[in-house]
Nanobody, 122 residues
Framework: QVQLVESGGGLVQAGGSLRLSCACS????????MGWFRQAPGKEREFVAA????????DYTDSVKGRFAISRDNAKNTVYLQMNSLKPEDTAVYYC???????????????WGQGTQVTVSS
């Protein structure tokens, strides 16, 4: 089993920044491809960003490219999502997730955290 715990969410004004963290325990962290997803009220969960096990490859959804950065510290078993230039439309619950291989599809991820709320005010 893999346990994931997100932190770092909160309320921020438009244009501000937040850094989300996701701590992983239970298995060898570097074996897992890590993803960040978000879900706004009334909407489906959507892919935000992902990073390969050794951090050499990243993917982003178009709406966050140039504003968000995903990274990981395998020594600390933690993945991060640095979010800059936040917009009200970024408001959502943000989840981290883990799986063995690359994917952008929520249904293909095996392990999930409980989520952390990000609210961006205009």
């Amino acid at each position: 089993q893999v346990q994931l715990v997100e932190s770092g969410g909160g309320l921020v004004q438009a244009g501000g920044s937040l850094r989300l963290s996701c701590a992983c325990s239970g298995r060898t962290f570097s074996n897992y491809f890590m993803g960040w997803f978000r879900q706004a009220p009334g909407k489906e969960r959507e892919f935000v960003a992902a990073i390969s096990g050794l951090g050499r490859s990243t993917d982003y959804t178009d709406s966050v490219k140039g504003r968000f950065a995903i990274s990981r510290d395998n020594a600390k078993n933690t993945v991060y999502l640095q979010m800059n230039s936040l917009k009200p439309e970024d408001t959502a619950v943000y989840y981290c997730a883990a799986r063995r291989t690359r994917s952008k599809l929520p249904l293909e991820y095996d392990y999930w955290g409980q989520g952390t709320q990000v609210t961006v005010s205009s």
